[in-house]
């Protein structure tokens, strides 16, 4: 009985995800080239390379930045009103922040992107409260399964999204397509998950805490991961790995453009086939690893892989040399990050699982924002720069996760 209102759960949830990533993965191959090429780009066409890397970094950095701030004020709310509500509360939010910016691109308003993906950013709190669902119904046991299942359901919609987005934003498959498309598919999908998730997906989490809401206490969630003895040290290792992975996430449609003149069809293609190894990462990588190695070594050992190809990328020649070297760093950070959240999730009680995933939303929120911004800064100095630095600092995060380890037990 209990397996079968866990899949009465888990499926719909499954569903949910696979539309949501789809969402966010249909802007990812047209914001490169909305910024980075002149003849298609919404910055005037005299505008410097510096300039145009500045602003793509502030335009993805906003949308963290308000992610930041949003995450651990819904993860809380979710621990006061409950998983469902929070999540409807997030894809209506996250519609009409894609709206926004397909508005703004349509009439050439840079404002009203930037304000679109600061809507968006506050509103994308459904991966961190859909990892609080899995947490509710999770044993001990089987955390790890259930955590990369709903992981890989984003892997499923990141695989479908950007060629989706490549292909909706190409005036030569229908006149009307622009770079606007995307983003307005994007907002109806967000809709759909609201409408689909009201009708299936059953409450997991029965509130317990009565107080008001609190939005300053929401935001000073993110304290708690550096305060708290109980997950003080994986949060550090957490946002290492995820400032380490943005860079490379963040700079990498602007590289493969550049270097290798991609249109942003083969920008999807990518982005796909970097879907498909998170897939293969959390399906048959991450089983492979917890089964023969400890949490801590799986962790490890992936951010020395990912180290280890990212330093590759900046000794490459050639576009096939780059997809390969690329496998390492998908794969690897996947695996390490799926496994780092359980870990998390593991220190902490039940009742306090709205409140870690909280605290990792916004780790993970704050790696990004910083990162973002440090991919544009060090792709002003050198081509290469952002991969040689974010490979340097996926080996040195071994030592914080050898730490963390060792404080373990310090609670």
Known sequence: MLKHNKIFILAPLFLVLVIDTMGAGIIFPILSPLFMTPSESILPLATSETVRQLWYGITLTSWAVLMFIGAPFLGDLSDRIGRKKVLVICLAGDALGFVLSGI????????LVIVGRLVSGFFS?????????????????DK????SWIIFANCVGFVIGPIAGGYLADENIMSWF????????????ALLNALMLMMALVESYKPKIK???????????????????KVRWHSVALFIIEFTWTIFFVYVPVFVLQKYQYDNIEIAQYMSYMGVLFAIALTIGIKLCTRYLSYAMTVNINMIAMGL???????????KEFWLYSIPVAIACSIA?????????NRVSHDEQGWVMGVIGAVVAAAFSVGAFAASLLATINIYAPFIFAGILSLLSVFVMNYAEKNKNDK
């Open 104 to 111: 703004g691109i349509q009439i050439g308003s840079l404002f």
């Open 125 to 141: 709190g459904s991966q961190s409260i859909a990892q609080a669902v899995i947490a509710d119904i999770s044993s001990h046991q």
């Open 144 to 147: 790890i399964n259930n955590m």
């Open 178 to 189: 622009t770079y606007s498309t995307p983003f307005y598919v994007a907002g109806g999908l």
């Open 337 to 345: 990050y799926s496994v780092l959240i359980t870990m998390c999730s």
């Open 211 to 229: 107080a008001p809401i609190n939005i300053i206490k929401g935001l000073m969630v993110f304290t708690d991961a550096f305060t708290s003895k």
């Open 309 to 319: 190809g990212l330093i590759l990328m900046a000794t490459e020649t050639s576009a």
